[in-house]
């Protein structure tokens, strides 16, 4: 298991932007089509921002599910929300507002 840190710089608007696509589970090639860059600039991006994520690879570890999760653990779950795919904890909190329950999934 890998530790992560959880941002070591602010992710520029690209980096987010790339980000926010790859959680839902698109390619380099269809992030590229997506925002109108080449696919080597997406290829860079991710791995700008697995360092901001303090994210390495190995043989054994796919990085881009690994950045995925601590994109999603940092900013949230966007990608779940465009889904509809409701979280299995959420009860109603103090302000009336919908929130998950449980601290880890």
């Known amino acids: 298991m890998q530790n992560l840190t959880i941002l070591t710089r602010d992710l520029t608007p690209v980096e987010h ?3 926010g696509l790859l959680c839902e589970g698109l390619s380099n090639s269809a992030i590229a089509t997506k925002t109108a860059h080449t696919e080597k600039i997406v290829e ?20 881009r599910v690994l950045i995925a999760l601590a994109y999603r653990a940092h900013f949230g779950d966007k990608a779940f929300d465009d889904l509809n795919v409701p979280c299995k904890h959420l009860e109603v909190g103090p302000d009336g507002q919908m929130i998950c329950s449980k601290e880890n999934h």
């Open 44 to 63: 860079n991006t991710v791995s700008r921002m697995a360092k901001a994520l303090g994210v390495s690879s190995s043989p054994d570890i796919n990085i």
């Open 17 to 19: 932007l790339v980000a």
